[in-house]
């Protein structure tokens, strides 16, 4: 069966031969993959995703991968945890956490988009992949290049953490640390791209890399038995996983999968860089960009380069948007701990955080269908947290000490 029609300009709407290119030569638009979703509709069914692996991979029908899947067997299913402590803490009937913080192999949703990317620079004949990355993505490329044994070049801005610096170095890429913010290393890496042939997975072939995202949104309707959810929060750094969310919503509608449930998107920003929950506010789909000052690194990006589109997505659903200041992230993360077990990053700080204002104002009844959208791993952003931590109980190694100290910790907690 042929799936891939070829891309697609999301402005001027002229196609083009899937190959590895991102803007219209007419328009300078972005391109978009675009699929014979009349040889789909013929054969995606649920019990053929039923069928599938628990990865990512049970939805290849719908990602732009020509062969055989080669790399990131593991990637996605992950868990999606009915929330009881979290939703009575809000009062809410129905919330639901879709948990990426332990997506396989880097811990975040980012292996998603990675993982089909890489697979699509081999189907390419490309030897070198790299990218423009707020930390998660440095992660993820440098491990599906090392399983897929080419080479990479990973361009970060130089103040990344600790965490997100370790965890790409392991896998033994070539990182380079740019001094400035995340669009200063995107423009470098644009003109990078422009001189030496490697596959820029955020990029050059940016089209193939964002279908990953689609997964995201997949995962949720099938593993709430078929169904959308009323309301799904989603932090925005770029904008693409907001998007294509939306996108995923659309082709399952398209291809008879789900009903609609009137499903409303809402974007989740920092305060201190949120360009997209900005534009949504002000009722305008102009993006100003803004210099990035938050501990939000992952969502840093000023100047996102699917603003627009996730703008356009969260108005066409119907849903909103909400800022998080740094305080309210890390009040976030610690909520999220403290009543269901799971330890996020300051993205997903951010996620809470915003969706906790959402219900307040009313955007969010309480008595509708909620997802939270918990993107990343909390060990990767340990510095934020730093100075807000309970103190240890430090002993001798003998009973007496133990008891001395509990008694101690008793008459203080
Ligand atoms: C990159 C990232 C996002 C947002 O992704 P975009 O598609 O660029 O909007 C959200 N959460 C985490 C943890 C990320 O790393
Ligand atoms: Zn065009």
Redesign the pocket.
Known sequence: MEKIKGLRCRECGRASPAAPHHVCEFCFGPLEVDYHYENLQRIVTRARIEAGPPSIWRYKDLLPIDGEVTLGHHVGFTPIIRSRNLAEEWGLKELWIKNDSVCHPTW???DRVVSVAVIKAQEFGFDTVACAS????ANSVAAHAAEARLRSYIFIPADLEQGKIVGTLIYNPTLVAVEGNYDEVNRLCSEVADKYHWAFVNISIRPFY?EG?KTYGFEIFEQLGWRAPKHIVI????????AKVWKALKEWKALGLIEDAGTRIHAAQALGCGPIVTAIKHKTDVLVPVRPNTIAK??A?GN?A?GYY?VKAVKESGGWAEHASDEEVLEGMELLARTEGIFT?T??GVTVAATKKLIEQGIIPRDESVVLSI??MGAKTQEALSGRLPETMTIRPSLAAFDQALAEWKTKH
Request: contains cysteine; negative net charge; aromatic residues 4%.
């Open positions: 975040s949703f980012k707020t930390g998660n993505l964002s995202s932090p925005c750094a770029g904008g693409s996983l907001l992952s969502l990006i996102p699917d996730a990053e993205a997903g993107t990343g």
